[in-house]
């Protein structure tokens, strides 16, 4: 691990929760989950974002994955994925997660609709009230509102936010991210764009693949911001047919299937997510065993 600047810097894993064949949320598995990333180098843990299943957990469910975390590995190292329908629900759970010990916490842009600027401002607005800092969720693939370089400048100036997760793909809009909004931390919200993000001056990675292998994750993160390429880039090119899962629909079933065979629990998932296809699964299976024969941990 490094010295971070920001609860919000360097390799902040989005964790899958471990589930019983019952599907019921195994909390002492979570928790170790969690403690074992942080050994592993990783910076810190992302609880009940989409890779944690977070919409299918009741409420009394999410507060204790995120206190899990807090007592496993600190709050100053878990920053909460604090995504609802309604503004007054997501300030709730900045409060939950504030009042846990947690630094930081995660939002999405209203997605209960395709919300329009002025509605995206207020519900990041409402949601600052809480005191904690908000990391902007920037996923319009799935939400259908995008929160684009003007709309994060204007939330960053009106001192609502103070980093945003990428997840469009398009590293270009790294550059006029950083020309409209100069003070505004980018985060690598897309794995299989990592390279291409740290060169452009990312300061975190909100990541989903450490959670199956995480010595080799942050490993290349590290040789990507600090431009050592001769490093990097044989490492990205050896991760990444894995690393583009996370991009993909099924990304929750094809990172929890890599953790099943690195040793991990990855386990199932709740409905309506469903087992991967035959053919997925076989993919899966051989990105992730030709990885670890090559040593990737």
């Avoid at 490993?219 to 044989?234: C, F, S, W």
Wanted: net charge negative; proline share 6%.
């Amino acid at each position: 691990m490094t010295t971070r600047v920001k609860p919000w810097h360097g390799v902040m894993v989005a964790t899958a929760l471990p589930l019983g064949d019952d599907l019921s949320a195994d909390l002492d598995g979570y928790a170790e989950h969690c403690r074992w990333l942080v050994a592993s180098g990783c910076d810190g843990v992302v609880p009940n974002g989409s890779l944690g299943e977070y919409q299918t957990l009741t409420a009394e469910e999410r507060a204790r994955v995120v206190e899990t975390a807090v007592e496993a590995v600190g709050g100053d190292r878990v920053m909460p994925g604090i995504a609802a329908y309604g503004a007054a629900e997501a300030r709730r759970w900045a409060e939950q997660a504030r009042d846990a010990g947690c630094q930081a916490v995660m939002l999405l842009p209203p997605n209960a609709y395709r919300a329009d600027e002025q509605a995206v401002v207020e519900h990041y607005r409402e949601v600052a009230k809480a005191g904690v800092p908000v990391v902007a969720y920037n996923n319009p693939l799935d939400t259908k509102v995008d929160l684009t370089p003007a709309l994060l400048a204007r939330l960053h100036g009106e001192g609502l936010i103070v980093a945003v997760k990428e997840f469009t793909g398009d590293v270009r809009r790294a550059y006029e991210i950083a020309e409209l909004a100069p003070g505004l931390d980018l985060l690598i919200g897309s794995d299989d764009v990592l390279l291409e993000l740290a060169l452009a001056g990312a300061v975190g990675w909100v990541a989903g693949y450490p959670n199956a292998l995480p010595t080799s994750s942050v490993a290349l993160y590290r040789a990507a911001v600090a431009g050592d390429l001769e490093t990097a880039l044989p490492l990205y090119r050896a991760l990444h047919p894995l690393l583009r899962w996370d991009s993909k629909t099924v990304f929750v079933q094809a990172i929890k299937l890599s953790m099943d065979l690195a040793g991990r629990k990855g386990g199932p998932c709740r409905p309506p997510r469903l087992p991967l296809a035959p053919e997925q699964e076989a993919a899966v299976r051989a990105a992730t065993e030709k990885a670890l024969a090559e040593g990737l941990r």
